[in-house]
């Protein structure tokens, strides 16, 4: 089972503009449901929307930090249990282009998103 079986992740048009504002959200990430690894259908799209993304951070600057939003479906121990490790793949290909991305919250919300947000 995956979190959004057929989708593929979705940025803005112009992510750089986004993230100059101060985040930039990634949507429709198919994770797998009760893990930190995407589906192997879309994982080829999560990549290249993680190298978008990173483009995109490495045209605004800055230091940025990872947050992520959870469908409310998972409850706080699953949020906790799974989170963390979302987070970290995120973290670790956006971390591949150079970057120090700071991991940052997890919640649950009806929008499950990932947001990367600009520090400053």
């Keep these: 089972m995956t979190e959004a079986p057929g989708q593929f992740p979705a940025l803005a048009d112009d992510p750089a503009a986004e993230l100059a504002k101060g985040k930039a959200a990634l949507r429709q990430v198919d994770w797998i449901a009760g893990g930190a690894a995407v589906s192997e259908a879309a994982r080829p799209s999560f ?11 490495r045209q605004t ?26 987070l970290a793949t995120i973290q670790q290909l956006l971390g591949s282009d150079g970057f120090a991305v700071e991991p940052g919250k997890v919640k649950r919300d009806k929008d499950a998103r990932t947001e990367v947000v600009r520090l400053k």
């Design 61 to 86: 600057g800055g230091r940025y930090r990872i947050d992520l939003y959870m469908l409310q479906r998972y409850d706080e121990t699953a949020a906790r249990m799974y989170g963390p490790g979302r």
């Design 47 to 57: 990549q290249a929307a993680l190298e978008n993304l990173g483009k995109a951070m």
